[in-house]
C-alpha cells in the first residue's frame, strides 16, 4: 500500500530553535496538506498545496511558522522560533484533485509529536 | 462560518451492542463528506466518502448515511477492535480544503 511518509516520528526542543519537520506524499498526489492536532483543537488546518503551489496557509501563524514544497516527493513544515504552545502532532496527508472528477480522500502519514519545553 | 460538530464526544459500548455517531455540517458549499478513524498514535484512516443526501456507504459493520444536514456512522454489532476515534469532515467547495469534525472517542468493551 502506498503511504505518506513523515518525519522525524518524535522531536523534543527547547523553546527558540527552529523545527523542521518533512513529509514525503504518495507519489502521483498533486496535493498537499498540513494538519496539528492537540486534545484542546482537534485537527486544526495549516496549509495546503495544488501542484506544489500553496492555495491557503491562512492557518499558520505566519510570524515563525512557513510550508514549502520544493519538489513533488518532498513538503516541508519549518518553525522558527519554536514555542510550548506548538507542542502537538503535526500530520501531513495528500490527495488527487482532478478537473471535473469527483475528489479522492486524503491518506495521512503518521504525523510528527513535537514537544517544545 | 462553515462548521462540523460530531456527537457524543464519547460513547462506551458492550460489545455487540448496536449504535450510531452523528457528524451535523453547516458549510457554504459541500464537495463532499468524509469519514476516517483513528488508533492512538497514528494518523487518520479513511473509511468512507459521501457526496449527495440520500446516499448510504457500508464495510463490514459499518455503514454511512448522509443527508442534508448530518451524517451518521451506525455500528452494527461492535467489536472491541472497533475502538478508536472516528471523525468526519466536509470538503469545502469554495476552496477545496478539508476541515474536520472533533471526533467521537468510540470503546468497544468485551
Known amino acids: 500500500d502506498a503511504r505518506v511518509t513523515q518525519t522525524p516520528r518524535h522531536k523534543v526542543t527547547e523553546m527558540g530553535q527552529e523545527v523542521t519537520m518533512r513529509c514525503q506524499p504518495i507519489?502521483?498526489?498533486?496535493?498537499v496538506f498540513w494538519y496539528r492536532q492537540t486534545m484542546m483543537q482537534g485537527l486544526e488546518l495549516l496549509a495546503y498545496f495544488r501542484n506544489r503551489a500553496p492555495l491557503d496557509d491562512s492557518g499558520m501563524p505566519k510570524d515563525r511558522f512557513s510550508a514549502e514544497m520544493p519538489d513533488a516527493t518532498l513538503a516541508t513544515l519549518k518553525i522558527q522560533p519554536s514555542e510550548p504552545r506548538d507542542s502537538a502532532v503535526y500530520f501531513c496527508?495528500?490527495?488527487?484533485?482532478?478537473?471535473?472528477?469527483?475528489?479522492?480522500?486524503?491518506?495521512f502519514g503518521n504525523g510528527t509529536r513535537l514537544t517544545v519545553t | 462560518e462553515d462548521q462540523v460538530t460530531q456527537s457524543p464526544e464519547a460513547l462506551r459500548l458492550q460489545e455487540g451492542e448496536s449504535s450510531s455517531l452523528n457528524c451535523s455540517y453547516t458549510v457554504s458549499g459541500l464537495r463532499g463528506l468524509f469519514w476516517y478513524r483513528q488508533d492512538p498514535g497514528k494518523g487518520p484512516e479513511f473509511l468512507f466518502t459521501?457526496?449527495?443526501a440520500g446516499e448510504e456507504k457500508e464495510k463490514e459493520r459499518l455503514k454511512a448515511t448522509l443527508t442534508k444536514k448530518e451524517s451518521f456512522l451506525h455500528i452494527t454489532a461492535p467489536k472491541p477492535e472497533d475502538s478508536a476515534t472516528y471523525l468526519c469532515?466536509?470538503?469545502?467547495?469554495?476552496?477545496?480544503?478539508?476541515?474536520f469534525g472533533a471526533g467521537t472517542r468510540l470503546t468497544v468493551k468485551p
Open positions: 507519489l502521483g498526489h498533486n496535493t
Open positions: 469532515a466536509v470538503r469545502l467547495r469554495n476552496n477545496n480544503d478539508m476541515r
Open positions: 496527508a495528500s490527495g488527487l484533485v482532478l478537473m471535473g472528477r469527483p475528489n479522492s480522500p486524503l491518506h
Open positions: 459521501l457526496y449527495s
